[in-house]
């Protein structure tokens, strides 16, 4: 397959309908090109089918290195599930680990993170979106609160997710740290509704921030994608959700937190926003989204977004293509002959 820039794609991640591509979906994606995938629990039967809907999916672009995401966090949110595929801990148990014993939670938890990513590029699939690094507060709502995120310390969270991109890159998988520029203050559910958070900077500072901050300044920090939260923080735009806010993306997340990595909009169907789809797409992409995202839409809304997406920014491309080229880098040596480690689910 030809290689053609990342410019020439469309700056949309969407989602298959089913496990087999549809003749019709496969001429939409080979003439509007989006710039990735993202697969979900309704697209996985098993092994051999993903492998091939993955290659599908590529082909129908015309490049072998187009991104193929899943959302396969462990726990409660895994889009891979028993009995055709190996079901991995939640957030929450590490962060018990990490809790009892600090080293042996780090260790299991990016050894975890590192087989998981072995089983997903071995279907095809290079971008998972994991760590949640969100710091839950009191009220965060039970969507997040209940196994997704490791603890309500900031440095734990940090530690945590670092442990995960470590594990994720070391296996050959792009992370997605979500929700940046952090969500765990919302006591709604994004999925139906707009979570509005009314801490003060300082406050957002002393405990949101933190795991964000301390990844954009690690060493795989230009491997990492993120993805935005659709959240309203008063103190930093009082009328749009982050993914809506070109203040909050330029000021708060290229600037403050010094993240310089690939950023996506959360699913665009989600009902936190409002308006159209074609609204929805120019909305995120004008407030800087890198590429935006839509999930579990009739065939039409696909087209729809994808007719009204523009292509990829010059920034976006440069951004897409160190991040391959660090995922490809950063993969470890494969040991052959070293028997795989399965970590039970907790």
Same mark, same amino acid.
């Given at each position: 397959m030809s290689k053609p820039d990342w410019t020439d794609l469309k700056a949309i991640i969407v989602d298959p309908t089913g496990?087999?591509?549809a003749p019709e979906e496969r001429?939409?994606?080979?003439?509007?090109?989006?710039?990735?995938?993202?697969?979900?629990?309704?697209?996985?039967?098993?092994?051999?089918?993903?492998?091939?809907?993955?290659?599908?999916?590529?082909?129908?672009?015309?490049?072998?290195?187009?991104?193929?995401?899943i959302d396969q966090e462990g726990g409660s949110v895994a889009r891979l599930r028993q009995p055709n595929f190996t079901e991995y801990p939640s957030a929450k148990s590490f962060g018990e680990q990490y809790a009892a014993d600090k080293q042996a939670g780090l260790q299991a938890t990016q050894e975890s993170f590192r087989l998981m990513a @072995?089983?997903?590029?071995?279907?095809?699939?290079?971008?998972?979106c994991a760590p949640v690094a969100d710091v839950p507060s009191p009220d965060c709502h039970?969507?997040?609160s209940g196994s997704r995120t490791y603890s309500n310390d900031p440095t734990a969270v940090a530690e945590l997710s670092a442990a995960v991109c470590r594990g994720l890159l070391a296996g050959g998988v792009t992370p997605v740290i979500k929700h940046i520029p952090g969500h765990g203050r919302a006591n709604v559910d994004s999925h139906h509704g707009l979570p509005t958070v009314a801490a003060?900077?300082?406050?957002?500072?002393?405990?949101?921030?933190?795991?964000?901050?301390?990844m954009t300044a690690a060493p795989e920090h230009h491997a990492l994608w993120a993805m935005a939260a659709h959240v309203?923080?008063?103190?930093?735009?009082?009328?749009?959700?982050?993914?809506?806010?070109?203040?909050?993306?330029?000021?708060?997340?290229?600037?403050d937190l010094g993240f310089d990595g690939v950023l996506i909009a959360d699913d665009i169907s989600m009902k936190a926003l409002s308006g159209s789809i074609e609204d929805k797409v120019r909305g995120t992409l004008?407030? @800087?989204?890198?590429?935006?995202?839509?999930?579990?839409g009739s065939f039409d809304e696909r087209k729809?977004?994808?007719?009204?997406?523009?292509?990829?920014?010059?920034?976006?491309?440069?951004?897409?293509?160190?991040?391959?080229?660090?995922?490809?880098a950063r993969r470890a040596p494969q040991v052959a002959s070293a028997p795989k480690r399965i970590i039970p689910k907790g």
């Open positions: 496990p087999v591509l001429d939409l994606f080979a003439r509007e090109k989006p710039a990735g995938f993202i697969l979900f629990q309704r697209n996985c039967v098993d092994k051999d089918q993903v492998r091939q809907l993955v290659a599908d999916l590529r082909a129908a672009v015309g490049r072998d290195d187009i991104p193929v995401l @072995g089983d997903l590029l071995d279907l095809g699939i290079t971008v998972n039970i969507f997040l003060s900077r300082a406050e957002l500072e002393q405990t949101d921030f933190v795991p964000f901050r301390a309203v923080y008063t103190s930093l735009d009082g009328q749009l959700p982050a993914t809506m806010s070109a203040n909050i993306t330029a000021q708060i997340v290229r600037k004008a407030a @800087g989204m890198d590429l935006t995202m839509l999930c579990n729809a977004a994808l007719a009204a997406c523009p292509k990829v920014t010059t920034d976006a491309a440069r951004r897409l293509a160190r991040a391959e080229a660090e995922r490809v």
